[in-house]
């Protein structure tokens, strides 16, 4: 077993703040069946410019073994490599791509603009169309005021800035599980007792950063009420994934979310909702609208750009008087509310009817059920058009009860998907997303797979 000490990397990160980025390549799966030549020639390249050969780590295929295919365009929900392989795309670009790639009405709006100006530094009226858009369309009482960054790691860092400058407090509160982007504060795991402070999870950030963030178990209350009592009128913001997509899909109990809602108001403290991934995905609304649980403040990004990066984060106009320049709280951005990414954010946002939203989760309730009827001891979880193959009886609802041992039979899984055309995120971690090009056809071609890959 070599790379046993990186298999150790990861088991440190399972459950705690890191996407899965950090295992080791002790088991190679085959990917014969495919012609990687070039992308296997561009990776060779790239890792001797790029560290690792990518620019986000789990695009570099650790967890599941084999080098990474570089793509080369994209059409539907089609993707087709450098070496003119062809894949029905169920990752996504990781969210982002709900409408598929190149739909007619984003490529326009980003022809269009970009016949005008690529960025000018100053306000534009598209940063305009696109916020009222997004405040009228949620519709909820707590959106009031949006501000658009350039990705979700910003947007979260930004609205947590906000919730300190605007409680005057400086702790946090975050969950094993729930990824929140790699700002510094963030970048934490859990102590071993509840209600601990975090310490650092990534080297190159100092322990001071992360003390005060306080790391919980998703689905325990009594964590939380602990923490509040230990850390009484101290803590600024709660944040979490109302639906945590990035650790698994560790979907939590409504009645949790709404004491969370509860417990927070209670104590002072700011209801974040990080709807990265949720936003946009479960309905417009995200699981804000889902679940009727209003936040104080909710990020977003993914989808929200249509392929181009953008965050935001957005919440009451009391809260938004304290950020710059109305108020004290710094935040800025050279190319936050870019003309092009503003004009491929709305013409993606006024494609999400119902109808849009409808057809969707008929597919995954396609793959969903057939698969989970079929008894094995894999099994599917979905929320939306989000969908997460795990293996056990139960669904977990918190990270520590991921069966990490499953993961090596993802990997295995996962090539031979590539080998029959299909595209699934490179980590058994990352959940997969139905976009609104597929058709029936295309969710039965991966459910074929799974169904003939855990039978055997
Ligand atoms: C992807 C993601 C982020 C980080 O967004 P980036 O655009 O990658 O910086 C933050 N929170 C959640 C829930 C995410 O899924």
Redesign the pocket.
């Known amino acids: 077993m070599k790379g046993a000490g990186k298999t150790s990397l990861r088991e440190r990160a399972i459950g705690n703040s890191l996407?899965d980025y950090v295992s080791g390549d002790d088991f190679m799966t085959s990917t014969s069946a495919l012609n990687t030549t070039q992308s296997s020639a561009l990776y060779e390249r790239a890792c001797k410019a790029i560290p690792g050969g990518v620019n986000?780590p789990v695009r570099a295929f650790r967890s599941v073994g084999g080098t990474p295919l570089f793509m080369e365009s994209g059409q539907g929900c089609r993707l087709r490599d450098a070496d003119g392989n062809e894949f029905l795309d169920f990752c996504s670009s990781?969210?982002p791509l709900i409408s598929g790639h190149r739909h007619p009405d984003i490529v326009t709006a980003v022809k269009d603009q970009a016949d005008k100006a690529l960025t000018f530094g100053t306000p534009c009226e598209g940063e305009v169309l696109l916020a009222e858009f997004i405040l009228s369309r949620l519709n909820r009482p707590g959106m009031e005021k949006i501000r658009f960054v350039?990705?979700?790691?910003?947007?979260?860092m930004s609205a947590l800035r906000l919730a300190r400058g605007f409680t005057g407090r400086d702790k946090i509160i975050k969950f094993e599980g729930?990824?929140?982007?790699?700002s510094d504060s963030l970048l934490v795991k859990a102590g071993s007792g509840l209600a601990t402070l975090g310490t650092p999870d990534s080297a190159g950030v100092p322990a001071d950063f992360t003390q005060g963030t306080i790391v919980l178990p998703l689905d325990d209350e009594n964590a939380v009420r602990e923490a509040f009592k230990n850390f009484p009128d101290s803590i600024a913001a709660l944040i979490l994934?109302p639906v945590?997509?990035?650790n698994g899909l560790l979907l939590q109990r409504p009645e949790f979310l709404k004491f969370l809602r509860e417990v927070t108001r209670e104590n002072g403290t700011l209801l974040i909702f990080?709807?990265?991934?949720?936003g946009f995905r479960l309905g417009f609304g995200g699981a804000a609208e889902k679940y009727g649980i209003d936040p104080d403040l909710a990020?977003y990004?993914?989808i929200i750009g249509g392929g181009m990066?953008v965050?935001a984060f957005a919440g009451r106009s009391e809260i938004f008087e304290k950020l710059a320049p109305d108020g004290p709280v710094y935040q800025a951005g050279t190319l936050s509310g870019n003309p092009v990414a503003m004009a491929a954010g709305l013409a993606q946002l006024k494609l999400l009817t119902p109808e849009f939203y409808a057809h969707l989760e008929k597919l995954t309730g396609i793959l969903r059920d057939e698969f989970n009827a079929a008894g094995r001891n894999w099994k599917i979880e979905s929320a939306g058009s989000i969908f997460w193959f795990y293996r056990g009886k139960d669904a977990p609802r918190r990270a520590d009860q991921i069966e990490r041992e499953a993961m090596t039979e993802y990997a295995a899984f996962h090539a031979h998907c590539l080998e029959r055309g299909l595209y699934l995120a490179p980590s058994g971690y990352e959940v997969g997303f139905m976009s609104s090009p597929m058709e029936e056809k295309d969710v039965r071609a991966l459910l074929d797979a799974a169904l003939e890959f855990f039978r055997s």
Request: proline content about 10%; some cysteine; hydrophobic content about 25%.
């Open positions: 996407p986000s990781w969210g350039n990705s979700g790691t910003e947007a979260v729930c990824y929140h982007g790699h994934e945590p997509a990035n990080d709807e990265v991934i949720s990020a990004g993914k990066p965050g």
